[in-house]
């Protein structure tokens, strides 16, 4: 494909325009940051493997009625999706408190809450993607009111689809990250890949890290933890 077409040149994700013009290709890197790109490195054989991942979650959401921008997969690293206009907004789902909640609240990394947290953060990198309120999302324009309870309703379903699919593959998904957009017709779909890059997961029986917390926290066996993820995913054919 001719580069020059590109839309958003990003880490782990390039987007470049389709053939369709109401669609994109979203390709798939080796490439990993984290802390605001202030770490980087290449994981060979990344690229395909969150591309795998992200495809599997999306055919098994479209299943379940969850709209998403997913439209099919093309080969190992890219995946043809919607064109559509992604709210400035990310929605992080949590099961188990981990990362950032745990630091803010002081609770134990583990500790399982009464019920799923559902975190609202202004998308916006140079002021760290700060965590925001509802009323903030609607003053700040980010999106309408019943686009907001749309969005929540649609997180609510997309974490209890997920959750027991990852259970039956002897993962507990702590918690993942989410975006949505509206389409042409108004109309509100996930437009996200949840990945090991924007999840937590963790072996059920070990605690095993098996997503970007090894490369956060220099554990080691990076590649080894998508992999994982990948292999156990492609046994339920999804
Ligand atoms: P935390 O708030 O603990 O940093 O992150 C919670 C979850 O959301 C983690 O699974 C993390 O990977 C994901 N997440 C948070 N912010 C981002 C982001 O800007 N990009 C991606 N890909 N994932 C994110």
């Known amino acids: 494909m001719d580069t020059s077409d590109i839309i958003h040149d ?37 690229g395909v493997w969150c591309n795998n991942i992200s495809s599997m979650i999306s055919r098994a959401l479209q299943k379940e009625g969850v709209p998403t921008y997913f439209v099919r997969q093309l080969n190992d690293t890219q995946q043809l999706c919607y064109k559509v206009n992604v709210f400035q907004l990310e929605v992080i789902v949590r099961n188990v408190i981990a990362g950032s909640l745990s630091q803010r609240l002081g609770l134990a990394e583990g500790t399982v809450p009464a019920e799923p947290i559902i975190d609202l953060c202004y998308k916006n990198s140079s002021l760290g993607d700060p965590l925001i309120n509802e009323y903030h999302a609607i003053a700040l324009g980010l999106l309408r009111k019943e686009e907001l309870e749309r969005i929540k309703d649609l997180t609510v379903k997309i974490n209890e689809i997920l959750v027991p699919i990852f259970k ?13 957009g509206r389409m042409p017709d108004g109309s509100i779909v ?15 029986e070990t605690g095993e890290r098996l997503d970007k917390d090894r490369f956060r926290n220099d554990s080691g ?16 054919n999804l």
């Open 10 to 46: 990003g880490v782990s994700i390039k987007i470049y325009s389709a053939d369709e013009p109401d669609k994109v290709v979203i390709s798939f890197t080796d490439d990993i940051t984290a802390f605001y790109k202030i770490k980087k490195a290449v994981i060979n054989g990344k």
């Open 221 to 236: 066996r990076v590649g080894y933890a998508y992999q994982t993820v990948y292999e156990r995913l492609k046994t339920l």
């Open 190 to 204: 996930m437009a996200d890949d949840i990945t090991p890059d924007s999840a937590r997961f963790w072996d059920i």
């Open 168 to 180: 039956s593959i002897g993962i507990t998904l702590v918690d993942f990250k989410i975006e949505f």
